[in-house]
């Protein structure tokens, strides 16, 4: 029988909670492995079961989004690993790193709940797949990093994956370290897990089309599964930067979202070229960008529009008409600047509404018959 090693941490000795006022521990159904030896005997003593295994990985600062993945996860496997690591190096040298949202203990009792749910459903060990969270892989910088320290200088030594020319496009033409860390912790991920599945949110539908190209050019022996960008009911993906984000930023932040359905509305009306489709969106952009500059700035939310892109659905170059038989991904990001000056008693976000956020999001215009 398997017994954790220091390394991987019963819950129960790593979170307390509230409850009715007081502070107690409780007692959980997964475990915590910081390093790689202890999961990896893990993931052996699983393969000797014969048991499935789904990856998660994520950056922590769980939502439903995280949620859905990790439900789909446990549908379509025995056994789930949630990865909880904020990587440095898909962050660039002026980006959010330092103030990337950390929500430990919180995570910890989400995924807590989840699991209950999931061993309460479908099947008896887990939810309709029989699924449950066996281990959160929660490594530190020198386990993920153990040659030299992390860099985000795009010309920094390191061990990299480079997934070229995908990685140069839409985010990375503003982000461009990004998908080289990305692609990297995720190898690493995907060598020390050897997961059957590797589950990823459509929410960032770049990094699942990279994905997918290093896993195929790699001979990665997993499968990519992706899952539907979660929204909150009036259309904004949900993000763990969403936090950033007061109510005021919170609801001009919105029109990515709104720009993107309009043009998409178009396509469902039978439009197929760029001209029209991405007008539709930038129309919807422009007009509410118009309407923010003619407030006053203890009123208004500004923002930049980086990209409004239509691309082809797995080289990401830009299309002037969507080919049928392939479709289109139509995805665009917007920076909400920080707001100019607050009102008293205003709902402000994580910073106070003084950082910029980059929102992003994305719908797939599905291949017609
Ligand atoms: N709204 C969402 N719906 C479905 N999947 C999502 C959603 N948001 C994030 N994910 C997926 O969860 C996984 C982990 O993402 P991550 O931890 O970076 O969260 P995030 O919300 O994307 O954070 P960020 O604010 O950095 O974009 C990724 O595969 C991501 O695509
Ligand atoms: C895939 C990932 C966890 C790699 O750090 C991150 O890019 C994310 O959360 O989308
Ligand atoms: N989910 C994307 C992670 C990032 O923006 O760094």
């Known amino acids: 029988m398997f017994s954790p090693t220091r390394a991987a941490l019963k819950t129960a000795a790593a979170t307390t909670c509230l409850?009715?006022?007081?502070?107690?521990?409780?007692?959980?159904?997964?475990?915590?492995?910081?390093?790689?030896?202890?999961?990896?005997?893990?993931?052996?003593?699983?393969?000797?079961?014969?048991?499935?295994?789904?990856?998660?990985?994520?950056m922590g600062a769980l939502h439903d989004g995280h949620m859905s993945l990790i439900r789909q996860a446990a549908a379509e496997n025995s056994d789930i690993v949630v990865s909880i690591y904020v990587n440095p190096t898909q962050f660039g040298v002026n980006e959010d790193l330092g103030s990337y949202p950390r929500t430990w203990e919180a995570d910890l009792e989400k995924l807590e709940k989840l699991n209950t749910?999931?061993?309460?459903?479908?099947?008896?060990?887990?939810?309709?797949?029989?699924?449950?969270?066996?281990?959160?892989?929660?490594?530190?910088?020198?386990?993920?990093?153990?040659?030299?320290p992390p860099t985000s200088e795009i010309n920094g030594y390191g061990s990299f994956v480079t997934i070229t020319p995908l990685a140069t496009k839409l985010e990375g033409?503003?982000?461009?370290?990004?998908?080289?860390?990305?692609?990297?912790?995720?190898?690493?991920?995907?060598?020390?897990?050897?997961?059957?599945?590797?589950?990823?949110?459509?929410?960032?539908?770049?990094?699942?089309?990279?994905?997918?190209?290093?896993?195929?050019?790699?001979?990665?022996?997993?499968?990519?599964?992706?899952?539907?960008?979660?929204?909150?009911?009036?259309?904004?993906?949900?993000?763990?930067?969403?936090?950033?984000?007061?109510?005021?930023?919170?609801?001009?932040?919105?029109?990515?979202?709104?720009?993107?359905?309009?043009a998409e509305k178009d396509f469902k009306d039978g439009k197929?070229?760029?001209?029209?489709?991405?007008g539709a969106a930038r129309k919807v952009a422009d007009t509410k960008l118009l309407e923010q500059k003619g407030l006053k700035p203890s009123e208004r939310a500004l923002f930049e529009v980086d990209y409004i892109s239509l691309a082809d659905p797995e080289s990401l170059d830009e299309v002037d008409t969507i080919d049928a038989s392939r479709g289109a991904i139509l995805s665009g990001a917007v920076k909400m600047m920080p707001i100019?000056?607050?009102?008293?008693?205003?709902?402000?976000?994580?910073?106070?509404?003084?950082?910029?956020v980059r929102l992003i999001d994305n719908i797939i215009l599905s291949p017609r018959d």
């Open 117 to 148: 749910e999931l061993k309460r459903g479908g099947s008896s060990s887990g939810g309709p797949g029989g699924g449950t969270i066996t281990a959160i892989f929660a490594p530190t910088g020198k386990v993920m990093y153990p040659t030299l």
């Open 19 to 58: 409850n009715g006022g007081a502070k107690r521990l409780h007692t959980s159904s997964f475990e915590i492995f910081r390093d790689v030896s202890s999961l990896r005997d893990r993931r052996r003593q699983l393969q000797k079961s014969m048991r499935t295994v789904g990856l998660v990985p994520t």
């Open 173 to 262: 033409a503003s982000r461009p370290v990004f998908f080289r860390g990305v692609a990297t912790v995720c190898t690493k991920l995907f060598n020390i897990v050897k997961p059957d599945r590797v589950y990823f949110g459509q929410k960032d539908v770049q990094q699942c089309v990279i994905i997918r190209r290093m896993v195929k050019d790699f001979h990665i022996d997993t499968d990519v599964r992706i899952g539907p960008t979660v929204r909150q009911p009036d259309g904004l993906a949900m993000s763990s930067r969403n936090v950033y984000l007061g109510s005021r930023r919170r609801a001009v932040g919105l029109v990515l979202s709104q720009a993107l359905r309009a």
């Open 272 to 278: 197929v070229s760029r001209q029209d489709i991405l």
């Open 340 to 356: 100019e000056e607050a009102q008293t008693g205003e709902k402000l976000g994580v910073g106070e509404d003084k950082i910029a």
